[in-house]
């Protein structure tokens, strides 16, 4: 299993890189160039506000950026001068042409209005003289015109007749067309307003108005004949002024597609660029000042590749003092490496949920793989169910490399996404527990015939139930078989299966428990603990199979002994299991076997002494190691599940004469006490797989009785169209509450069943993750 069973040999090494050639060895095609680091970051940032101004332009102009089409490398000095002097005029091209179409639509907006303006005036201004047209007795009539947005209008209006006091003629009128409003960029209809008045006085007064307002007012000729050649002006230049926007939207449409196909990668570049000097900021100078030097965590295969990357880079940069690589020894606990791809990372998740691993101990991804969707499986067994689970998730598989799948916004879909391969092996696992469970959306399969008989029930035509039924040979391979012909356990075949699986979920429990303590031994031998083989792994097997290995000893003894002819003669386990810790024996309850008394009384002896061995003997074992005399350095690794022994949970060597007993005893105590109690409530907590189990039973044969049967009431052709939104109700349902709900359910109980119960038998889980230098995905959005 590689990597996978424990995790990586991780050492730290120093690495001395010339400063003329450190950043080649992170990108070995740079030339030599001196850099000031800092400086180099500071100018990557200056980039970076460049490409977030070209960002909100091509947002602005309705754009959107895609991904970048492939993982260019870090850019040379000269390109990284390239990208800076390109982006920079690319983005004052945009200012200067975003600025002059802003101009050239003001302008054109101001002269369509101007033009209106002149156009609804003129309804206005063209009376006849003998209906009112000429001059007022006090002097000549003057004019105000112009343009207001359409909210301010009616205040617009009382205060020009209060302010005035009514020296004056108004008039308003929509605008034909709507425009932009400049402060907020939406389309609003403007009104039109013309004011006749007579004094220069109240012309001020009207002025001042206006421009508290925000009016835009226009020039208003007072003769028809300069109002028609201000409006054949005013044509031509609108004429003009569209051919000139056209011209600078084109040109801007260009500049836009030059930025839309460079950004990406520009981006990417400037963003391993900085990561690079960003690390290099953390080395460390030599007392010349011409050497950085770094200390850094490296998997020791490779060890190499590091090596030969720094003398590539030393030879491509023309340095004459080439880098290296070498590894200084350390006291500290090394990081934990473990590699995934995309199988395993999901099963991997799981077992860091509940913590990383500690360094080089044994870890439980591998065995989860299997594991736990089988023990999910044990509680979502049916075929259907398993079958629309495992095609959801092959669906996912095949469509792994989708970009709309991989980089969708919904965190829960991503989830999904994720583990597509736990949730397929889940399924397949499903379908297999609902063959030997023999339920498909909770109906019974008659794949094989079944092996009951019920010929001495019979006599002649008349049924009797006085006489039991019996099995033939066998001829069932890979299915529970349920005698459905027995109206007493079609209404409910709970009762049938209600033994079997509780007794199944203790006797998987059991096992799953004892592997999870047998792992231990791994441990025990990669950090040399051998005293820990004999005074802590032998305890805990004989406690834990005296007492409850037996138990599963005893119900396969009862499945082997007793068949369907003498079932009502088989004695009680749960009877014998109380009394084998009392003692005693219960002449009501038949034994199973002759000497059954003293061979339990022997295993519970067996458990109890095994107790006193687990609690003191690790602690008394290294007192002796204490006192006794040492001939060479101690080189005994100490390591502990309970965190206080274990220097960060590896094998970190420790000196005996550090080493606090008293610390050592109360952890080693609390073990014993977690373990002992822990193996009665882990192995209760198991019959969480035979209660999820009938319960998902249930749940679905009463969704097949409440909603489907409904719709096989009448069979005609009325039933026929009952049937469609009935099946659709039960589909609905079915997905909802059977697969999305109570999937949930059985993976979180198997969930809980993978850290406390099995991984607490040897997983200390105290590490920390390898954070290696790597070039991250683009997350500058």
């Known amino acids: 299993m ?111 209005q101007y033009l209106h303006v002149l156009r609804e005036g003129q309804r206005f201004t063209s009376w006849p003289v ?60 403007w009104v039109i307003f013309l004011i006749s008045y007579w004094g220069e006085q109240i012309g001020q007064k009207i002025r001042k108005i206006s421009d508290c307002f925000h009016c835009h007012v226009y020039p208003y000729p007072e003769s028809e004949a300069s109002r028609a050649d201000t409006m054949s002006g005013l044509h031509s230049q609108i004429q003009d002024l569209s051919v000139v926007l056209e011209e600078t939207e084109q040109y801007l449409a260009q500049v836009l597609d030059k930025v839309t196909l460079a950004l990406p990668t520009w981006r990417v570049q400037v963003q391993k660029m900085k990561a ?72 991997q998740s799981i077992v860091d949920a509940y913590g990383v691993a500690s360094y080089q101990e044994v870890n439980p991804a591998p065995y989860a793989i299997i594991t736990f969707p089988f023990i999910f499986a044990i509680m979502f067994g049916d075929v259907g169910h398993g079958l629309l689970m495992f095609l959801f ?23 999904f996404f994720e583990g597509r391969y736990l949730i397929l092996l889940m399924g397949a696992f499903s379908i297999y527990t609902g063959f030997i469970y023999n339920e498909c ?14 010929a001495a029930m019979a006599n002649h035509s008349s049924w009797r139930w006085d006489s039991q039924p019996h099995r033939e040979p066998c001829l069932v391979p890979a299915c529970t078989d349920t ?98 810790f009392l003692f005693t024996s219960n002449a009501a309850n038949l034994p199973l076997y002759q ?14 002494a095994s107790v006193p061995v687990l609690l ?55 073990h014993t006490i977690e373990y002992c109690l822990g193996c009665v409530s882990n192995t209760a907590s198991y019959l969480r797989l035979w209660a999820l189990s009938l319960a998902h039973a249930q749940l679905s044969e009463v969704l097949w009785t409440m909603v489907m049967r409904q719709g096989f009431v009448r069979l005609n052709y009325v039933g026929g169209v009952v049937l469609v939104p009935v099946f659709a109700a039960f589909a609905v349902l079915t997905v909802a509450i059977l697969l999305v709900m109570e999937g949930l359910s059985a993976f979180l109980h198997a969930l809980r069943l993978h850290w406390v119960e099995f991984q607490n038998k040897f997983y200390v889980g105290a590490g920390y993750k390898l954070c290696p230098f790597t070039f991250a995905p683009d997350t500058w959005e």
């Open 393 to 415: 998730a092959l669906w996912m598989v095949l469509r792994e490399n989708s970009p709309s799948l991989r980089q969708s916004s919904n965190e829960i879909w991503l989830t």
């Open 441 to 454: 959306f909770s109906k019974a399969t008659v794949i094989f015939p079944s092996a009951w008989s019920v």
């Open 130 to 189: 003998g209906l009112g047209g000429g001059t007022h007795p006090g002097g000549a009539t003057l004019f105000v015109a112009g343009v207001i947005h359409p909210w301010r209008v009616s205040a617009f209006e009382r205060l020009l007749w209060r302010a005035c006091r009514g020296y004056l003629v108004a008039s308003f009128v929509e605008m034909p067309e709507p425009m932009e409003d400049p402060a907020t960029g939406e389309s609003i209809t």
């Open 616 to 670: 003191l003997g690790t602690p008394l074992y290294l007192c002796c190691r204490r006192r006794a005399p040492r001939t060479g350095p101690p080189a005994v690794r100490l390591g502990s599940r309970r965190g206080g022994a274990l220097s960060r949970g590896g094998g970190a060597q420790r000196s005996l004469t550090h080493v606090d007993f008293a610390e050592i005893f109360m952890h080693q105590a609390i």
């Open 276 to 347: 690079i000097y960003l690390v290099l900021n953390q080395c460390s100078f030599d007392v010349t000042e011409k050497c950085l030097i770094a200390e850094v965590w490296c998997p020791v295969r490779d060890l190499t590749q590091v090596q030969d990357a720094l003398r590539q880079g030393s030879y491509k940069s023309g340095s004459s003092v080439e880098c290296f690589v070498q590894r200084i020894p350390t006291s500290e606990s090394p990081p934990t490496l473990i590699r995934t791809n995309k199988f395993t990372a999901g099963f």
């Open 2 to 112: 590689g990597s996978l069973f424990r995790s990586e040999e991780v050492c730290l090494a120093q690495l001395f890189l010339q400063s003329a050639s450190a950043y080649s060895c992170l990108n070995p095609k740079v030339s030599a160039f001196q850099r000031r680091f800092v400086g180099e970051v500071r100018r990557c940032e200056e980039m970076e506000k460049t490409f977030t101004f070209l960002q909100q332009e091509l947002r602005g102009a309705g754009r959107v950026l895609g991904p970048c089409p492939e993982s260019p490398r870090a850019p040379l000095a000269r390109e990284a001068l390239r990208v800076q002097e390109q982006s920079e005029q690319l983005a004052q091209e945009l200012r200067e042409v975003s600025h002059n179409r802003a101009s050239l639509r003001g302008r054109l907006r101001e002269l369509r």
């Open 595 to 608: 000497g059954q008394v003293p061979v339990q009384t022997v295993l519970v002896v067996l458990a109890l």
């Open 483 to 580: 005698p459905l012909w027995d109206p007493r356990l079609a209404t409910n075949h709970l009762n049938f299966l209600n033994s079997f699986k509780m007794k199944m979920s203790v006797v998987l429990g059991i096992v799953h428990m004892g592997f999870g303590v047998m792992l231990g031994v791994f441990n025990h031998m990669h950090f040399q603990q051998w005293h820990r083989l004999v005074l802590e792994l032998l305890p805990e097997m004989v406690f834990l199979l005296a007492l409850f290995g037996y138990l599963v000893f005893l119900i396969f003894y009862k499945w082997v002994k007793f068949s369907a002819a003498n079932s009502l003669e088989a004695p009680s386990i749960l009877i014998h299991f109380i009394d084998m």
